[in-house]
């Protein structure tokens, strides 16, 4: 209880916390960990890594590494303080940065990280569900991305009420097999298809400006391809600890075992894709797939319900931003109406806005270097520095002081050639005729 809080005010806090998402329930497993980390991981930035391969071998490998060091500065920061945990990212900025810095560094990019990330996965699906539809019945009428995005948005309008993670550990479970199967088709397809007779693993653009923006678009697909951090604090959350046996125990457990299913998934699709397909290959590898026609609609819907894992993994620390706005600021009362009505708003909101945008590719890069580029490489190392202060020069100073400056490089180069990409796809759709 806050020095000057009285007990009904206590108890009040309490109920609160009790009704919001993050903190309503402790008693998750390891095994949650690693599978809601796999759940935000791996999703529609797997499918675009072949696209990415040109001038992303090396930049794949060196994020794996980057994003595993700072992530495991997240999961140890959790618990710094004794008796006190960081359930969630802004609470841990603030604790950095001070009440209010902390607060407009932290809520303004991870509120874009996730919204938009939905958004994305909006359109993903969407897309998913109209190519398993166009190969399981050919001869059909055509029906336009946009209803494809309605029916996979359906789906949300009714999980989005699932209270908290552990109430979706289920869907985050199949989510996760899901991830694995589909990286597995995509791949294994990819490589009995052979290498293509006309393969070109040049670029595609011949001019020096054109392959600059290419690089800088593959760059932000493969910072799209780690985003779990934006929702590590809020899943080690539901971890129970004590002082003898700290949620961060099994919590690095369970993202050691992400991790390594993220690179059993990660690796095989871009390197294999790309070997084989070379600089044709579409921004989403299952489009370029053809054949066979079952195994290639059987990955578009597995497709689908990983999305709709990942999903709710993005949705959930957003309801909880606004459910705890709504009742701690403007003092409303914690309630099924209250939540059936922010969430259904929500849900709607990224269904229009990927409508209205559906261009998958550019949205990867835009996104992926705008935002996923300072809350994953960066911002854990800048708080590391603040709170522990290591030795200048050290070896952890020195490894901090990579990744942020990797990091900022890769925010201020991935949006430019995303939002070249978006201004390409907005001409093909007609947008600016």
């Known amino acids: 209880m806050a020095p000057n809080m009285t007990e009904e005010e206590a108890a009040r806090q309490k109920a609160i916390d009790d009704w919001l998402p993050i903190t309503a329930s402790r008693n998750a497993k390891w095994w949650y960990s690693a599978f809601h980390n796999v759940t ?21 490998i060196l994020s794996w590494v980057i994003t595993f060091y700072t992530l495991w500065q997240m999961v140890e920061m959790h618990e710094m303080v004794p008796g006190k945990r960081f359930d969630r990212y802004h609470e841990l900025g603030q604790h950095a940065f ?42 059909c009428k055509s029906i336009r991305t946009t209803y494809f995005i309605m029916i996979f948005a359906s789906v949300h309008f009714v999980l989005s009420h699932l209270p908290n993670f552990n109430s979706i550990s289920g869907i985050s479970l199949a989510a996760a097999v899901m ?59 539901t971890i129970p600890s004590t002082p003898e046996k700290p949620s961060k125990g099994p919590m690095w457990r369970g993202v050691v075992v992400a991790y390594i299913v993220v690179a ?3 690796f095989p699709v871009g390197l294999v894709g790309y070997w084989m397909f070379g600089n044709s290959v579409e921004d989403n590898i299952l489009l ?36 705890t706005f ?52 960066y ?33 201020i180069v991935a949006p430019i050639g995303g939002l070249r990409t978006i201004i390409l796809s907005a001409k093909e759709y007609e947008l600016f005729s």
């Open 288 to 323: 370029t797939l053809e054949k066979p026609g079952w195994l290639i609609a059987a990955a578009n819907m597995f497709v689908v319900i990983h999305v709709i894992g990942s999903y709710q993994i993005y949705a959930i620390p957003v309801f909880d931003m606004m459910e």
């Open 40 to 60: 935000a991981m791996v999703g529609a930035g797997v499918l675009s890594l072949p696209y990415a391969m040109g001038p992303g071998v090396t930049v794949l």
């Open 379 to 411: 911002l854990p190392c800048i708080m590391w520095l603040i709170i522990y202060k290591p030795k200048p020069f050290s070896i952890t100073w020195m490894a901090n002081w990579i990744c942020i400056v990797l990091g900022v490089a890769l925010m």
């Open 98 to 139: 001070g009440e209010k810095l902390g607060l407009w560094i932290v809520v303004p990019q991870q509120l874009v990280v996730e919204i938009s990330t939905d958004i994305v996965y909006m359109v993903t699906g969407g897309k998913s569900l109209k190519k398993f539809h166009d190969i399981v019945c050919p001869n």
């Open 179 to 237: 991830s694995l199967t589909y990286s597995t088709i995509a791949w294994t397809a990819s490589a009995a298809k052979g290498v293509q007779p006309d393969v070109d693993y040049g670029y595609t653009a011949k001019s020096a400006v054109g392959i600059t923006f290419n690089v800088f678009t593959a760059l932000g697909d493969v910072a799209f391809a780690y985003a779990g951090h934006n929702v590590v604090l809020e899943i080690q959350a």
């Open 326 to 377: 709504l009742v701690k600021k403007l003092k409303f009362k914690p309630s099924f109406t209250l939540r059936f009505i922010t969430r259904n708003v929500y849900v709607a909101f990224t269904m229009m806005v990927g409508i209205i945008i559906p261009f998958f590719g550019g949205l990867l890069g835009f996104f992926g270097g705008l935002v996923l580029a300072p809350t994953t490489y």
């Open 264 to 266: 059993i998934c990660y």
